[in-house]
């Protein structure tokens, strides 16, 4: 893993600091006027979209393939001779990867996992706490992952819905953990309500308990005292109806997107029932995944099916000052909360980013379960490859598909160079290994010595890294596609220019000839 860009502080415009160093994190925080560097910073995004991981690799390689570009511009060699290399070099690597260097892995074995996603927090602030986020980044995707082959192997693994951070300042990092189900920062709707409940039985609404007000403006008029009283009464009939339905259920627990009011309250709490009101529909959606049972959206339709009864314990715990509505011991939960603590909020920050990272890692192994060695190591392996078959490429083309090959080792080089160790004499020593050896030395992100990385344990996803290379030599080659930058605005000089020009007409008007 090379993290080119250390902890930065990018200052928000708002004020606050990020602390990171993720890649995109940083990258999304700067504003630049100059398009080429716009698209890399767009890259970057694309890389944390697509696989979560790597983002920084893409930018030092996108913009090392231009450097290496760039004595082939001067030479006069056109620039679609250079592209049509630099796609062919994108072909032969992304195949070398997947024939040569990757390894299968067998998804099931944890040790292998947990070791898979540790180098992927090695060089980032989690590091202490490593075995404690493996254990959190590969139970979180595991649950959340639907496998279901009966419907033609579909398998689907959506972190971003189902696996909820939520974010605690204060206690300490180690008292993070995942939870077997789920929580969300609510209390219970009225303090004699019940806040533990063993076993509840789970009904999940988003219509109101209360009373409808009329979608337009509603005008009545009465003609006696009595009537008003009867619209009253007609109220207060409706909200029991429906509290009746939602009793004739014996729920223990009732959760609604919307509101309760105080009559409904008074109704499910003679009842003896706990309501917790206003729930956002994203974790209404993760309490239905990990509790079972529908969301209903009218109680006339409840059914017995729609309650959900695997959850084993509600409580409302307190942090700080707010109140937490925890549902856990699950069954089967197909959802699930990580809930991180830590001193402050630029600490749950960037151990919310280092956990999201950890999870992509354990997705994509799950989704596609090739590994590739760490630390630089796939990329000499590739480079050294590329490099030999470059001698059987006919005409000019060979020299940019080379060039495409030493770019690669910018990788390991940019390892090194974070080790602060010899640069030069590091890579020659790495280069006559992979030319000897074999393809698994790399660079350890430590001392920056050459090790094997089949015995350091540092591997890759082949997901990650095969995109970083895509990402990274296409971006390289739309921006050498581009001849000049042509803008639409004026140039500052121009325009004096041009005011200058004006203003000595006027000095000077031309005189007509004389009469």
């Known amino acids: ?28 925080e700067i504003q630049v006027q100059h398009p080429a560097a716009k698209s890399m910073i767009e890259i970057s995004r694309t890389q944390d979209e697509e696989v979560g991981d790597g983002t920084t690799s893409v930018i030092i390689l996108a913009g090392e393939l231009l450097k290496v570009a760039e004595p082939f511009l001067v030479d006069n060699m056109h620039p679609t001779v250079i592209i049509a290399a630099y796609r062919q070099a994108l072909e032969d690597a992304v195949s070398m990867m997947r024939n040569e260097v990757a390894k ?21 602030f989690m590091k202490g706490w490593n075995d404690l986020a493996c254990g959190i980044a590969l139970d979180a995707v595991k649950c959340v992952r639907i496998n279901d082959q009966s419907a033609g192997g579909y398998n689907e693994i959506d972190i971003k819905r189902y696996a909820k951070v939520e974010k605690v300042p204060g206690g300490s990092i180690e008292m993070s953990e995942i939870l077997d189900g789920v929580m ?56 029991k109806d429906i509290c009746d339905d939602i009793i004739a259920l014996k729920p223990d627990l009732v959760l609604t997107e919307k509101g309760v009011s105080d009559l409904a309250q008074h109704f499910l709490l003679k009842a003896g029932i706990t309501a917790v009101r206003r729930l956002r529909k994203s974790d209404m959606n993760r309490v239905a995944r990990a509790v079972g049972g529908q969301i209903v959206h009218r109680t006339e339709e409840l059914k017995d099916s729609d309650v959900g009864t695997e959850c084993g314990l509600f409580e409302v715990k307190k942090f700080g000052d707010e109140y937490f509505t925890f549902l856990t011991k699950c069954k089967n939960p197909k959802a699930c909360t990580i809930l991180l603590r830590g001193a402050s909020k630029d600490v749950l920050m960037e151990v919310e980013r280092n956990l999201l990272d950890a ?76 030319a000897t050896t074999g393809s698994t030395w790399g660079v350890d992100g430590e001392t920056g010595n050459i090790v094997d ?19 990274a030599i296409e971006t390289a080659i739309l921006l050498l596609r581009i001849d000049d930058i042509v803008s639409g605005v004026k140039k500052q000089s121009d325009i004096d220019a041009e005011k200058m020009a004006g203003k000595f007409q006027a000095a000077n008007p031309q005189e007509g000839p004389e009469e």
């Open 1 to 28: 893993k090379s993290s080119g860009i250390n902890a930065e502080w990018p200052l928000r415009p708002g004020g606050g600091i990020v602390m990171t160093n993720d890649g995109n994190a940083i990258l999304r």
């Open 104 to 124: 299968p892995v067998d998804t099931d074995n944890r040790e292998e996992m947990v070791k898979i996603i540790k180098s992927s927090l090695g060089t980032k």
């Open 184 to 239: 969300f920062n609510k209390d219970v709707t009225h303090t004699g309500m019940k806040r533990r409940i063993e076993n509840p039985r789970i009904v999940m609404l988003d219509c109101n308990l209360e009373y409808k007000k009329g979608e337009s403006q509603t005008n009545m008029e009465f003609m006696q005292e009595t009537d008003f009283r009867k619209i009253l009464q007609l109220e207060e009939n409706y909200i």
């Open 359 to 434: 999870m992509n890692v354990a997705r994509n192994v799950m989704i596609d379960p090739f590994l590739v060695p760490g630390g630089g190591a796939v990329e000499a392996a590739v480079a050294h490859r590329l490099i030999e078959k470059s001698k059987e490429i006919q005409g000019v083309g060979q020299w940019p598909y080379r060039a495409l090959a030493e770019a690669l080792r910018i990788i390991p080089k940019t390892l090194m160079q974070n080790c602060g160790v010899n640069t030069i004499r590091t890579m020659t020593n790495l280069t006559a290994k992979h």
């Open 453 to 471: 990385m089949e015995d350091f344990g540092v591997w890759d996803t082949l997901q990650v890294k095969s995109q970083v290379f895509k990402t």
